[in-house]
């Protein structure tokens, strides 16, 4: 488990580029076989990849003495997203199918739990984020059809997008966990821009669908003190509420968001004018 602290503004911005990537970039997600834990002081996030190829994987039960508790969702609630083959989930023997591009939301308060891909020459990828969480919601497996979705931007500025909503609370009820899937459309490089902050949420992003010889330099910092890190496939950005956070793609790609903390109301933004960005 890697863990990382929460980081002022001020610090931030006397980082360099070994600095702001070991504080703010999940460099491998997925590992064959296994599951990748970064845990975040900010909002108490943890973002990770579960990956099972030749057995399934599962939330170890010595996890509880990491986070203090009898079992790791004892207290949290947890949502993922397969970029990968079709796979499955079993919580407390009850199983869930989930496909490609499926995600599905655990409740607080499942204890054995454990993740299966159908084909292990197309393993799973089971990109994940979990919450500290107040009560438990029924879980429940999301389509992409199920998901609330909408399409923005434009093919003049290079931002043209489809962002599918997994989990808001127009789809389905969560404690403070919200993801969903934004895909970037064919010769459209930009995602968030114009970009925003949001005092009242941190957010987490992972790129991916991008081939080994692309990447996306991730725009953050504070507006008028931006910083750049250079992402590529499969690899994740942690946003402390402080902090811009958008991307430019040598190619279109596709980045999962989760955010965490006061609502979730995905509109709640604070913008910022291209022309006040230094
Ligand atoms: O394409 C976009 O714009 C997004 O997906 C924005 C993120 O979802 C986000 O930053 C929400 O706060
Ligand atoms: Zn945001």
New binding site residues.
Partial sequence: MDTRQAIHSDHARTLDTAGLRREFLVEEVFRPDALTMTYSHIDRIVVGGIMPVTAPVELPASLGKSYGVAYFLERREMGLINIGGPGWAELDGARYEIGSEEALYIGLGAREVRFGSDDPARPAKFYYNSAPAHRQFPTRRVTLAEAASVT?GDARTANR?T?HKFFVPDVLPTCQLSM?M?KLAEGSLW??MPC?T?ERRM?VYLYFNLASDAAVFHLMGQPQETRHIVVHNEQAVISPSWSI?SGVGTTNYTFI?G?VGENQT?DD?DHVAVADMR
């Fill in positions: 923005l997008r962002i969903g934004t995602n968030t925003h949001h957010e956070h968001w955010m995905f933004m």
